[in-house]
């Protein structure tokens, strides 16, 4: 059972740059798509990216240009980060993937979630 | 306010059928994108419940099922239990958006 993590700073201040962690456990990161949905306090949920094994990406484009997902293949890690934040990018940011087929459209599995504040 | 309009919230006594639609547009639904639905409880990640509008992951119970007419979804939920209680999303593709979408969320209550 592919397990997903998702680590770093739990407040970030404004304009600096947010970046999380998502290790994968109990399976590769080869051949699936790796996604990041972030979730604001009592709202809905909201796709921000992915990332291809290979590096390929794409992202929301309410987003892109303040959004960079990379992989490391060999760590079993990618990673988020997202640059000059404001206090409506406080959200939960969830790791997720598709594990039964190479799918970026739907998650079966999801981390536990982190909740990163943006205050000063 | 999102593409994927759901109504936020449905109610229903244990063991009753209940269903929630998810409305989009020829941009998404009606453009012919699979429709997924996750549930998520209170502190939990959501949980995919149906995928590619009918598939049901390993663990799903059968009370669960969905369906897609035109630009709109629906998920039913069967014999209704206490456990059901929970947030319910519907997610999809727009392409006008160019992004993965999810609805605003239902919230399930069981009486």
């Known amino acids: 059972q592919v397990h997903l993590q998702e680590s770093g700073p739990g407040l970030v201040k404004p304009s600096e740059t947010l970046s999380l962690t998502c290790t994968v456990s109990d399976g590769s990161l080869i051949n699936y798509y790796w996604t990041w949905i972030r979730q604001a306090p009592g709202k809905g949920l909201e796709w921000i990216g992915y990332?291809?094994?290979?590096?390929?990406?794409n992202y929301n484009p309410s987003l892109k240009s303040r959004v960079t997902i990379s992989i490391d293949t060999s760590k079993k890690q990618f990673s988020l980060k997202l640059n000059s934040v404001t206090a409506a990018d406080t959200a939960v940011y969830y790791c997720?993937?598709?594990?039964?087929?190479?799918?970026?459209?739907?998650?079966?599995?999801w981390g536990q979630g982190t909740m990163v504040t943006v205050s000063s | 306010q999102s593409v994927l309009t759901q109504p936020p919230s449905v109610s229903g006594a244990p063991g009753q059928r209940v269903t929630i639609s998810c409305t989009g547009s020829s941009s998404n639904i009606g453009a012919g994108y699979d429709v997924h639905w996750y549930q998520q409880l209170p502190g939990t990640a959501p949980k995919l419940l149906i995928y590619g509008h009918t598939n049901r992951p390993s663990g799903v119970p059968e009370r669960f099922s969905a369906s897609k007419s035109g630009t709109s979804a629906s998920l039913a939920i069967t014999g209704l239990q206490a456990e059901d209680e929970a947030e319910y999303y519907c997610q999809s593709y727009d392409r006008s958006l160019s992004a993965w979408v999810f609805g605003g969320g239902t919230k399930l209550t069981v009486l």
């Open positions: 990332i291809y094994y290979s590096g390929t990406t």
């Open positions: 997720a993937s598709f594990v039964e087929a190479p799918r970026p459209d739907v998650f079966n599995i």
